[in-house]
């Protein structure tokens, strides 16, 4: 059978992983390119068990595991009005012992780093990407060392796609006016592997575990108020909000801030070039949704290319399939997302309504909340 060539442009999470599930293909040689990542140390990801297989395939992980947290329940509290309303959340409604597993992005990172050096199969290029051209029978990228022509040119290169850039795919994208603030605390109460969201007219605090008496904080707010934000102003934010679910806190000195952007890439191929990851679709961090959906882009790659064997990677009918097939799943996760995004952040009388209604009939009906947590899983994919 002929062999075909295929590079990855980004090693990132989600570059590494693709590049090792697709060095399982016996036909495909893999080119890994991008620096070895380095991501914030306070930055944790919470993996959905829906999607945590590949990394038990991958790279054995399984719990318990010392850097691994799982995450058993949530609780949404809205502090919209004066009395709060609380939702609780448990794995078991919708049969799991888990709904994620909360991971640090660079634990997961070095792990995966390791067993791509050691992976022969893959040819692993600490490289950066200058240029591409991009014709019917290959693609071209250039590097500071020469080029090379590929049957297939993945981006696996995050928001700010060099490869999305190159190539010429169109893509939408807004900056909203909040920033994201990421850190830890440690706390005197036990989170019994809980999750809580604090919901306030324009902000959110969620805490994650990392730890029994650890847990990662995910804080977005108005830009002004993050660049502002002191130690002592976080601590107090923390301590008021967090402390009838988590005790005392003690929060760390240092903090890490991201934009918070969306960004949706209006098709995932075009020619002999196509997208994965952030390069793709970018959404605000609430309901774990991001990392998990570039995971389920790799997972169908790789299904249409075993099942398609014989087929060139980089042909018209295989990068059509995976734009179909994963073009719904990454539009539903833009819209519902950047929706619940919006009806937090925003005064909006009608986005409060909409949450209201949300609230109540969520605390009403337990089907529909068997319903949103089945499909905030993507159980049925
Ligand atoms: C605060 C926060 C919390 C989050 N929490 C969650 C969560 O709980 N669950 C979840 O599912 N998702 C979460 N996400 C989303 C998740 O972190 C991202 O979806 C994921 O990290 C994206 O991975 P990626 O590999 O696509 O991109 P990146 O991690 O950005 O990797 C891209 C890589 O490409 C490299 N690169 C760039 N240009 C080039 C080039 N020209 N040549 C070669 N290499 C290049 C870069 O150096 C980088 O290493 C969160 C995001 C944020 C901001």
Same mark, same amino acid.
């Given at each position: 059978?002929?062999?075909?060539?295929?590079?990855?442009?980004?090693?990132?999470?989600?570059?590494?992983?693709?590049?090792?599930?697709?060095?399982?293909?016996?036909?495909? *040689?893999?080119?890994?390119?991008?620096?070895?990542?380095?991501?914030?140390?306070?930055?944790?990801?919470?993996?959905?068990?829906?999607?945590?297989?590949?990394?038990?395939?991958?790279?054995?992980?399984?719990?318990?595991?010392?850097?691994?947290?799982?995450?058993?329940?949530?609780?949404?509290?809205?502090?919209?009005?004066?009395?709060?309303?609380?939702?609780?959340?448990?794995?078991?409604? =919708?049969? !799991?012992?888990?709904?994620?597993?909360?991971?640090?992005?660079?634990?997961?990172?070095?792990?995966?780093?390791?067993?791509?050096?050691?992976?022969?199969?893959?040819?692993?290029?600490?490289?950066?990407?200058?240029?591409?051209?991009?014709?019917?029978?290959?693609?071209?990228?250039?590097?500071?060392?020469?080029?090379?022509?590929?049957?297939?040119?993945?981006?696996?290169?995050?928001?700010?796609?060099?490869?999305?850039?190159?190539?010429?795919?169109?893509?939408?994208?807004?900056?909203?006016?909040?920033? =994201?603030?990421?850190?830890?605390?440690?706390?005197?109460?036990?989170?019994?592997?809980?999750?809580?969201?604090?919901?306030? *007219?324009?902000?959110?605090?969620?805490?994650?575990?990392?730890?029994?008496?650890?847990?990662?904080?995910?804080?977005?707010?108005?830009?002004?108020?993050?660049?502002?934000?002191?130690?002592?102003?976080?601590?107090?934010?923390?301590?008021?909000?967090?402390?009838?679910?988590?005790?005392?806190?003690?929060?760390?000195?240092?903090?890490?801030?991201?934009?918070?952007?969306?960004? *949706?890439?209006?098709?995932?191929?075009?020619?002999?070039?196509? @997208?994965?990851?952030?390069?793709?679709?970018?959404?605000?961090?609430?309901?774990?949704?991001?990392?998990? !959906?570039?995971?389920?882009?790799? =997972?169908?790659?790789?299904?249409?290319?075993?099942?398609?064997? &014989?087929?060139?990677?980089?042909?018209?009918?295989? +990068?059509?399939?995976?734009?179909?097939? &994963?073009?719904?799943? =990454?539009?539903?996760?833009?819209?519902?997302?950047?929706?619940?995004?919006?009806?937090?952040?925003?005064?909006?009388?009608?986005?409060?309504?909409?949450?209201?209604?949300?609230? +109540?009939?969520?605390?009403?009906?337990? &089907?529909?909340?068997?319903?949103?947590?089945?499909?905030? @899983?993507?159980?049925?994919?």
């Amino acid at each position: 059978m002929q062999n075909y060539k295929i590079a990855i442009v980004g090693s990132g999470i989600i570059g590494m992983t693709l590049a090792l599930q697709l060095s399982a293909i016996n036909h495909i *040689n893999i080119t890994l390119f991008g620096k070895k990542p380095k991501y914030s140390e306070f930055k944790t990801t919470a993996i959905l068990a829906t999607s945590f297989d590949i990394y038990q395939q991958l790279l054995g992980l399984t719990v318990p595991h010392p850097q691994i947290s799982e995450l058993k329940k949530f609780k949404i509290i809205d502090e919209l009005k004066p009395k709060k309303k609380i939702i609780d959340f448990d794995a078991t409604e =919708i049969n !799991l012992n888990s709904f994620a597993y909360n991971i640090r992005d660079n634990y997961l990172a070095d792990r995966l780093y390791e067993e791509v050096k050691n992976n022969n199969s893959i040819t692993y290029k600490s490289e950066f990407i200058k240029g591409l051209e991009d014709g019917l029978d290959k693609t071209i990228l250039y590097t500071s060392h020469g080029s090379v022509g590929y049957d297939l040119v993945i981006g696996a290169d995050g928001r700010n796609s060099v490869i999305r850039q190159l190539a010429g795919i169109n893509f939408s994208k807004k900056t909203y006016k909040e920033n =994201i603030l990421v850190t830890e605390i440690e706390h005197s109460n036990q989170n019994n592997n809980t999750s809580f969201e604090i919901q306030r *007219n324009g902000s959110l605090l969620t805490s994650v575990p990392t730890g029994d008496k650890k847990s990662a904080i995910v804080m977005i707010d108005q830009s002004q108020i993050i660049e502002k934000m002191t130690v002592d102003a976080l601590d107090k934010i923390i301590r008021d909000s967090l402390l009838p679910y988590l005790g005392k806190t003690k929060v760390n000195k240092r903090y890490s801030t991201f934009p918070s952007q969306t960004i *949706n890439a209006e098709k995932l191929f075009r020619n002999r070039v196509m @997208l994965v990851g952030e390069s793709a679709h970018v959404i605000p961090p609430i309901g774990a949704q991001g990392l998990n !959906l570039g995971l389920r882009d790799i =997972i169908t790659f790789c299904k249409i290319l075993s099942d398609n064997e &014989r087929k060139n990677p980089g042909s018209k009918t295989i +990068l059509s399939s995976y734009n179909n097939l &994963r073009w719904l799943d =990454i539009y539903k996760r833009y819209k519902s997302v950047n929706l619940l995004y919006q009806s937090m952040m925003s005064n909006n009388a009608a986005y409060s309504a909409l949450r209201n209604i949300g609230f +109540l009939t969520l605390n009403k009906s337990k &089907r529909m909340k068997k319903t949103l947590l089945s499909e905030g @899983l993507s159980v049925n994919n």
